[in-house]
């Protein structure tokens, strides 16, 4: 299994960037799919997410109505669109997988079995 992360970059504050993660080895559409990311001196922290099977989305609450997660079943890809860019929103951003995850456990981040190696995302002001 493998989870590549890329579309980092440095962007001024406000403006917008795309994150793909594209996965290997499994079916998206079968999987939790989350966005995770590291500040720097920070804990990791849950970002947002798109559950199996549907199409239900969780965001953290410092991004909601910025950032939407979304997923590309033909290419076996999620997205996460990240609009009005705050230089708070700086780190590297994972991409995780795992199955069987429920409304209650999207946000556990530790338990996510697959991870993808990071992409570093850099907001100036």
């Known amino acids: 299994v493998q989870l590549q992360a890329s579309g980092g970059g440095q962007v001024q504050a406000g403006g917008p960037l795309r994150l793909s993660c594209v996965a290997s080895g499994l079916t998206v559409s079968r999987y939790t799919v989350a966005w995770i990311r590291q500040a720097p001196g920070k804990e990791r922290e849950f970002v947002a997410a798109?559950?199996?099977?549907?199409?239900?989305?969780y965001y953290a609450d410092s991004v909601k109505g910025r950032f939407i997660v979304s997923r590309d079943n033909t290419k076996n890809t999620v997205y996460l669109q990240m609009n009005s860019l705050k230089p708070d929103d700086t780190g590297v951003y994972y991409c995780?997988?795992?199955?069987?995850?429920?409304?209650?456990?999207?946000?556990?981040?530790?338990?996510?079995?697959?991870w993808g190696q990071g992409t570093q995302v850099t907001v100036s002001s």
């Open positions: 995780a997988a795992d199955r069987g995850r429920i409304t209650s456990t999207v946000r556990m981040i530790s338990d996510y079995n697959y």
């Open positions: 798109v559950k199996s099977g549907g199409s239900s989305t």
